[in-house]
């Protein structure tokens, strides 16, 4: 039996400038039964159309903040570092993945990028517009949790993870502000910034901020998500 092809946004390093990856998104998605491929930067969408024909869904990943003009707001100075090639590929993969009713999952910047581009905004400075007693940003080893997210009972990720309260990992200095419409909210860490959500008119489209592709090796609940997205797939 064929396993589905997961295409997988890429990381890009500024300094290098290199296109780079995090083993755990590869890993995470292999061990649930998929067959991951990273995607080039590419803005033709010729190119692009071509490269998702092959996949049955996509991942897309951390990195770099979103451009404040995907939600039509000025950068704040020095807070802010972009990646906008990458946004404009990922916003014609996602317009792509959308129309063809192919599963997405988003992590962190994922999550964030999502939103965005279906029309939500973003906390561009978390510490800065959304100040809170929980560490959102955390530290080495990724994979411990550092703060609880409460899940909505009636969100296909409650029937997931069979679980109302989820201890999860964080690194992230930007989230959610106003959630796009067409998704709904899934979770909510206990500061009241969205954790998770998913848009129920799509096969699969879901987007969680903490990291799975960190703690799949030692938590059952991360590699659940992982395995949800591809059985949507099959």
């Known amino acids: 039996m064929k396993k589905p ?108 990028f999502i939103n965005a581009a279906l029309g939500g905004t973003l906390y561009q400075d978390l510490p800065l517009q959304h100040p809170s007693e929980i560490d959102h940003h955390g530290h080495a080893p990724y994979d411990r949790p550092v703060h609880d997210v409460k899940i909505n009972r009636d969100s296909p990720l409650f029937e997931c993870l069979e679980k109302e309260m989820l201890p999860v990992n964080s690194y992230h200095h930007q989230g959610v502000k106003d959630v796009a419409e067409g998704l709904v909210l899934m979770a909510s860490a206990t500061d009241g910034l969205a954790e998770a959500v998913y848009k129920p008119d799509q096969r699969f489209l879901w987007a969680v901020q903490w990291h799975p592709e960190f703690s799949y090796k030692v938590d059952e609940s991360s590699r659940r998500i992982f395995k949800a997205f591809v059985e949507a797939m099959k």
């Open 5 to 112: 092809i997961v295409g997988v946004m890429p990381l890009w390093d500024d300094e290098k400038e290199s296109i780079w990856m995090l083993p755990g998104y590869m890993d995470g998605l292999s061990q649930a039964g998929a067959l991951p491929i990273i995607f080039p930067f590419s803005a033709d969408e010729g190119e692009l159309a071509q490269l998702m024909e092959l996949c049955d869904g996509f991942l897309f990943t951390g990195g770099h903040d979103i451009s404040p003009q995907l939600y039509k707001e000025k950068p704040l100075e020095g807070l802010v570092v972009t990646c906008e090639k990458r946004d404009s590929m990922e916003t014609v993969v996602l317009r792509s993945a959308i129309e063809a009713d192919k599963p997405v999952l988003g992590i962190c910047r994922g999550l964030q």
